[in-house]
């Protein structure tokens, strides 16, 4: 989508402050963080939610729920922390594309 800004920062037309990047998806820092360590995980491949996923996406949203716990030890959330998935306007959801909140307090 051309006015997404997510895949705006997924093709680097808009820096970030990336964590981790790999073929699929791409893990940067929140500009408006609500904790400590607040990280926003995205699929490089457009689809406006979790709503709107489809068969199709399995595997991928499989690896992103994966990479989730690997990308919050190596922010130094040893002592746990929070996954938000905001779905739709009534979800809260303000930039639709999905993401997932990786929030926390560093050990």
Do not use: W
């Amino acid at each position: 989508m051309s006015d997404c800004i997510f895949c705006k920062i997924a093709a680097k037309e808009i820096p970030s402050s990336a964590v981790y990047e790999d073929e699929n998806m791409l893990c940067f820092k929140d500009i408006n963080p609500a904790a400590p360590v607040h990280l926003l995980l995205i699929p490089k491949v457009h689809f406006d939610s979790l709503a709107h996923a489809e068969a199709g996406h399995e595997t991928l949203l499989g690896k992103m729920m994966l990479k989730v716990p690997q990308i919050a030890r190596e922010a130094g959330l040893s002592n746990g922390f929070k996954t938000l998935i905001n779905t739709g306007k009534g979800g809260g959801q303000e930039v639709f594309h999905l993401h997932i909140h990786i929030m926390g307090t560093p050990a």
